[in-house]
T-cell receptor, first 114, second 109 residues
Framework: NAGVTQTPKFQVLKTGQSMTLQCAQDMNHEYMSWYRQDPGMGLRLIHYSVGAGITDQGEVPNGYNVSRSTTEDFPLRLLSAAPSQTSVYFC?????????????FGDGTRLSIL | KNEVEQSPQNLTAQEGEFITINCSYSVGISALHWLQQHPGGGIVSLFMLSSGKKKHGRLIATINIQEKHSSLHITASHPRDSAVYICAVGNFGNEKLTFGTGTRLTIIP
């Protein structure tokens, strides 16, 4: 059981470039989410999905896109990278949506936009 | 929106000391989570609780629903406990999580 796997672990981009952060889980979890972690702030929700084919916006969705074609995968796309998107990104999953669900996190992707 | 506050922001202690990290929130919740983040690493869930107390090894988590307050205790602290500890609450209604900013714990040998 690998849990939640994120790739890459590190990435440096130039302003305007696009890229996709990958997230996969092998626990058959319905709920998957993307967070960003910035210094001095709590994790903030970017996008989430309650099942294959269903996605919705979180607190800070601008500049990001997601899709959920399978239960296992939930990629996060940066459409045109900006320095303000420099952050550490975490993917998380839980069996179902809800604050009472144990959360499983990936190891994070450290992204720098120059 | 729920406001989650953790204290202290930073804590340095000697090995063996008893550690307490606090978390307060402003609005009623469905559950509270304690998470651990090691330097350069991922986030691991330590506890999820909605009432009372839970214990796992040297870690103990308590919650007082009436006071809207939770504590994470570490007994006989060890340098490997050095990490950032994050409190998160599940919100009624939208069921999303609101995160605190974390407490950075350093245990000196």
């Amino acid at each position: 059981n690998a849990g939640v796997t994120q790739t890459p672990k590190f990435q440096v981009l130039k302003t305007g470039q696009s890229m996709t952060l990958q997230c996969a889980q092998d626990m058959n979890h319905e709920y998957m989410s993307w967070y960003r972690q910035d210094p001095g702030m709590g994790l903030r929700l970017i996008h989430y999905s309650v099942g294959a084919g269903i996605t919705d916006q979180g607190e800070v969705p601008n500049g990001y896109n997601v899709s959920r074609s399978t239960t296992e995968d939930f990629p996060l796309r940066l459409l045109s990278a900006a320095p303000s998107q420099t952050s550490v990104y975490f993917c998380a999953s839980s069996y179902r949506v809800g604050g009472r669900q144990p959360q499983h996190f990936g190891d994070g992707t450290r992204l720098s936009i120059l | 929106k729920n406001e989650v506050e953790q204290s202290p922001q930073n804590l340095t202690a000697q090995e063996g000391e008893f550690i307490t990290i606090n978390c307060s929130y402003s609005v009623g919740i469905s559950a509270l989570h304690w998470l651990q983040q090691h330097p350069g690493g991922g986030i691991v869930s330590l506890f999820m609780l909605s009432s009372g107390k839970k214990k796992h090894g040297r870690l103990i988590a308590t919650i007082n629903i009436q006071e809207k307050h939770s504590s994470l205790h570490i007994t006989a602290s060890h340098p490997r406990d050095s990490a950032v500890y994050i409190c998160a609450v599940g919100n009624f209604g939208n069921e999303k999580l609101t995160f605190g900013t974390g407490t950075r714990l350093t245990i000196i040998p």
